[in-house]
């Protein structure tokens, strides 16, 4: 069996964190609206969703299509929930919010530690079964699957509701 690469394993846990990192930023503090950038982070949640359905296709693991619905159900509803706990700031110098810290934060940190666990999880069954049988789908299981659509249905339902929020306060902005 090889080793891996300890530089290689450096440098994807340093692009982990650091995506991690930027992540939580976004939930914490005071964040200029950029709809654009909403739009997209809906758009890629969205197509990540999608992919993951597609390339389960017809081989879901037993009780994967209710851990995705109800992932997904969960999801809309925190996000909704944060969107009522939302601070919004519509000043002459543009449009902000203030997230409730930890329920993104809570969101984020469920689905890393979920694909790390995983990951550890299907290296050391991938160093143990030496038979030479393939691992199982990183994302097969049904929890992973559950917590990734919580996640993706959490940060849809969330940014939309921003995007509403922000339509509705310049549409009953008066006229300058």
């Known amino acids: 069996m090889a ?22 930023r976004r939930n914490i503090g005071r964040q200029p609206f950029k709809p654009r950038r909403l739009v997209v982070r809906i758009i890629i949640f969205s197509v990540i969703c999608l992919l993951v359905i597609g390339s389960l296709g017809l081989s879901l693991p037993p009780h994967a299509a209710e851990a995705m619905a109800a992932g997904t159900i969960a999801g809309v509803t925190l996000g909704l ?17 203030t997230p409730h810290t930890y329920i993104g934060l809570t969101v984020t940190f469920l689905l890393v ?16 079964d030496m038979t030479g049988r393939a691992p ?13 659509f919580l ?26």
Do not use: C, K, W
Request: aromatic letters at 14%.
């Open 113 to 128: 530690a979920r694909v790390l666990y995983r990951l550890v999880q299907l290296n050391a069954l991938g160093a143990m």
């Open 151 to 176: 996640t993706a249905g959490y940060y849809i339902a969330y940014y939309a509701g921003l995007l509403q929020r922000l339509r509705s306060a310049r549409a009953a902005a008066p006229a300058v």
């Open 3 to 24: 080793v891996p690469n300890p530089g290689f394993t450096l440098a994807i846990v340093a692009i982990a964190a650091f995506g991690i990192y930027r992540r939580a």
């Open 136 to 148: 199982p789908p990183a994302f097969g299981s049904p929890l992973t699957l559950g917590v990734l």
């Open 81 to 97: 929930f944060g969107l009522r706990h939302t601070d919004f700031e519509f000043t002459p110098a543009g449009d902000y919010y």
